[in-house]
């Protein structure tokens, strides 16, 4: 881009977008002159959290991307008996910049002005132990499905395992902490197609699909 056009900028934090004028590009930097700014993008009824088995390659990108687009708030990424992914403490600082990189790139096309916030990777148990409310337990063979629950007060959130899901003993574990079971039809789904459905679900019943 170059001096004169204008551009639409977001800090991510107070839900406006700024509307503006490049005024210089250069190696030192960019100055832009601000020009009006948008009305504060409102706050959801309905708060979505994701905690998500971190899986490999491209899928954890996918469905954090696609999360974010879909309008979820957090996004908490854990270590499981089954993921497959090696993360040793001086590789997860660059997982996680990677990761925001895609969150705030994902507002940016879908319009949001409010970026998701990215927990901490931690492994399952210590998640369970620092619990979390209303918590969804992704499951093909639980006995109930979202359309039968009662309109969260405010925060759902979704757990999903990584690829080949939670083994006996972590979903054990998560009805035990007082996660619920929650089936999302007939069919076992991808681990980075299972956050897309419910919380398209989750929007379409509660939230602002309608």
Not at 17 to 27: A, F, I, P, Q, W
Not at 74 to 86: A, F, G, N, W
């Amino acid at each position: 881009m170059q001096a004169g056009q204008e551009i639409l900028l977001f800090n991510g934090l107070d839900g406006r977008d700024y509307r503006g004028k490049l005024l210089k590009v250069g190696k030192q930097g960019v100055f832009v002159q601000i020009t009006s700014m948008t009305a504060i993008e409102p706050l959801p009824d309905l708060r979505i959290k994701l905690a998500l088995g971190i899986s490999r390659g491209e899928r954890m990108d996918i469905a954090i991307q696609k999360s974010v687009e879909l309008g979820v708030q957090e996004i908490m990424p854990l270590i499981t008996e089954r993921t497959q992914v090696k993360l040793p403490a001086q590789r997860r600082e660059k997982r996680l910049q990677h990761w925001q990189g895609i969150i705030i790139n994902a507002c940016e096309q879908s319009g949001r002005r409010r970026v998701p916030e990215l927990r901490l990777v931690e492994s399952f148990q210590t998640w369970l132990e620092r619990g979390e409310d209303n918590v969804m337990f992704m499951d093909p063979e639980a006995e109930t499905g979202l359309a039968e629950l009662k309109k969260p007060a405010s925060t759902l959130c979704f757990l999903i395992g990584p690829e080949g899901g939670f083994s006996q003993e972590e979903r054990k574990a998560a009805l035990a902490a007082g996660c619920r079971a929650i089936r999302l039809g007939p069919r076992i789904l991808r681990t980075e197609t299972a956050p897309l459905a419910a919380i398209a679900a989750a929007q379409m019943l509660w939230g602002d699909f309608v």
